[in-house]
């Protein structure tokens, strides 16, 4: 049973920082390009940023670039989201996603559960001022 497990949110001040964790289990981590969306309360969901399967090749969305950083440990099944000089708009609920990395340098850019063979169940990131 393929599972993953997102934890780190939690509640935090504008210019804050905390790190998100997604640890997967029941699949090859390291053949599957990873991404994280979030959804922010009564809005759809936003792709912000991914990685390829090997973690060298990143993305991110205009709306956090040079604020989040993204990284892969395929040896401890783990993907990473580096969140700092958090904004109230930040608060949302984010979700690691993963899709078969077909190549190398293959990156996701969905934004809609379909775009993805898994899904996690989310953690919520609130930011106050």
């Known amino acids: 049973q393929v599972q993953l497990v997102e934890s780190g949110g939690g509640a935090v001040q504008a210019g804050g920082s905390l790190t998100l964790s997604c640890v997967a289990s029941?699949?090859?981590?390291?053949?599957?390009?990873m991404s994280w969306v979030r959804q922010a309360p009564g809005k759809g969901f936003e792709w912000i940023s991914a990685?390829?399967?090997?973690?060298?090749?990143?993305a991110y969305a205009d709306s956090v670039k040079g604020r989040f950083i993204i990284s892969k440990d395929n040896a401890e099944n783990t993907l990473y989201l580096q969140l700092d000089s958090l904004k109230l708009e930040d608060t949302a609920m984010y979700y690691c996603?993963?899709?078969?990395?077909?190549?190398?340098?293959?990156?996701?850019?969905?934004?809609?559960?379909?775009?993805?063979?898994?899904w996690g169940q989310g953690t919520q990131v609130t930011v106050s001022s």
């Open positions: 996603a993963a899709e078969t990395g077909y190549t190398s340098w293959y990156i996701n850019r969905g934004a809609d559960k379909r775009d993805y063979t898994h």
């Open positions: 990685t390829s399967r090997t973690g060298e090749k990143t």
């Open positions: 029941g699949l090859a981590f390291s053949t599957y390009a």
